[in-house]
Every structure is written in C-alpha cells, then in structure tokens.
C-alpha cells in the first residue's frame, strides 16, 4: 500500500487525487497612442416608439415644458407626466430616451 503524505491510520480511508495546474494566461495590453487624451462623447439619439406621436413631436413638446418651467426645480418625472398627459400613455418604459430629451433641452436653454 501506498502512504500519503499526511495520511491518518486508523481504519480510514484516505484517497489522492491529481492536482491541476493552472494555465497561466497572459493578457494582451494594446499599445498606449501618442494622442490618448479623452474621447469625445457621442451624441445618443433618444429612440421612441410611441403609437401617434414621432420623435419630432416629443422633442417640441419636451422642449416647450422646459422652456415653459424653471430650469432649477423642473424634474424628469414632471415632464414625462405631463407627456403621459398630453399622450395619453404611459411611459415608464421610455424614462432613459424622455431623460436624454429633457438634458438636450436643458442643455440648448
């Protein structure tokens, strides 16, 4: 019988089994550029799907709300209330594209 490195006697069976190796896996890095200052962010384009209503539209009317409120106290929630009013629909699964409307009209004020 074979012993095992620290093996207990006494009736109790002790079995080896094989270690794995690791792999070791080196990662690529990519080069650093010459020019590697921040990139310029890219413009999203705020995609709805609203039955009656195109983008256009929407962009108008969020643009009117912000105009119409002070630019200090008007929330997201708000406009898109008063979206849902003027729609008639609800638009909770559009809070992302209504919140890049609302930061696009703030931003043009």
């Known amino acids: 019988m ?3 490195k ?8 002790v079995t080896a089994s094989p270690k794995k ?3 070791s896996v080196a990662k690529k890095r ?6 590697a200052g921040p990139r310029p962010k890219k413009a999203k384009k705020a ?12 962009r108008a009317r969020v643009t009117a709300i912000v105009n119409s409120s002070d630019a200090d ?18 638009l909770q699964g559009h809070k992302d594209a209504i919140r890049e409307l609302v930061m696009d009209a703030l931003d043009s004020k």
């Open 6 to 13: 620290g093996a207990k006697e006494g009736g109790k069976k």
């Open 47 to 58: 995609v709805l799907h609203i039955p009656g209503a195109s983008i256009e539209q929407v």
């Open 2 to 4: 074979r012993s095992i």
């Open 21 to 23: 190796k690791k792999k």
């Open 30 to 35: 990519a080069a650093p550029k010459a020019d």
């Open 73 to 90: 106290e008007v929330t997201v929630k708000q406009v898109r209330a008063k979206l849902e009013d003027w729609l008639d629909a609800d």
